[in-house]
Structures are given as C-alpha cells and as structure tokens.
C-alpha cells in the first residue's frame, strides 16, 4: 500500500494537519490504494528532517509539510531557512513535498486567515493526492492561475 505523509507543527496556531487528513480521508481509494503517516513537530524547522524521515523511513511517496511562520522579522527568516531545509529533503530524496505555509501576517482577521489556513492544507493536501494518482487533474488546470489559500486569480487573457 501507498504512504503519503502529513507533517504539522505545535507553532502553528491552526490544525492545518487535522484540515489535510481530512482532505486525504475523503480521497478516492484511502485504506485500499494508500494510507496516511501523520506527524507534528515542535516548529516549522523541524519539518525537512520529519520529512525526509517519513519518506526514507515510512516509505512515503509524497509529503505535505504544513507550517505557520508567525508575524515577526525573525520569523520570516525561519520561514526562510525551514523552506530551504525542506527543498533540500526534496532534492536528497527525490521525492515531492508540498511545502504549506501560512504566514500569520497575510490576514489581520483571525476568522479570514483560518480560513486561508483550511483552504491552502485541503488543497495542497489534494494536490498530493493529484500527483501520485491523478496528474492529469493538475495538468488541466496549468496556466489557470489556480490559488491555495484565495480564490483563483484566473488566467491572463492574451
């Protein structure tokens, strides 16, 4: 059976990883064809390594990586250096992860931003589950200006 693999953090102050499971249960073929590893770490530097353990580990075929840098200089420096530490995971394993961050400073509203945070985790969630089983879904959307997090910003018209 397939593993993809979920990794959320403590920092972040919304359950993305609860919104990607979720996602991922209602998913044609869950349990028959593939099955989920959830993990959470402390924060989102912590996700390259959790990764790159549940692909070399637990034999996972893809990861969402979810995270929530937080408004500070300092935190989106760690966004930063968290996101080069999981392409870095990416490019050792040759193997994708779906890096979902939500910064806090996109949204003043508390109740607009935990929506970002829903709308991003299913959809890069389902995004994952598109790659392994479905390519052809993301295929007819390029060019499209698909969005995770805010509605489509549509294509440009030439």
């Keep these: 059976m397939d593993r993809i693999g979920v990794v959320d953090t403590m920092f972040a102050r919304y359950d ?10 209602d998913c044609p073929g869950h349990g028959e064809i593939f099955e989920v590893v959830h993990r959470t770490v402390p924060g989102f530097k912590d ?30 420096v760690c966004a930063h250096e968290a996101a080069q530490g999981i ?10 992860i779906l890096e979902v961050f939500v910064h806090e400073s996109e949204e003043e509203d508390p ?7 829903v709308d991003r985790a299913r959809k890069h969630a389902r995004n994952a589950y598109w790659m392994l089983y479905e390519p052809e879904q993301l295929t007819r959307r390029a060019g499209q200006g698909v969005r995770q997090g805010y509605e489509d910003a549509g294509p440009i018209a030439g």
């Design 111 to 117: 109740a607009k931003l935990a929506q970002v945070c």
């Design 47 to 76: 996700l390259g390594v959790e990764c790159k353990r549940l692909i070399e580990n637990e034999k996972c075929r893809i990861v969402v990586a979810l995270g929530m840098p937080g408004k500070a200089a300092i935190d989106q």
């Design 16 to 25: 993305m990883g609860a919104e990607a499971l979720s996602e991922l249960a």
């Design 87 to 96: 392409m870095l995971a990416q490019l050792l394993t040759s193997t994708h």
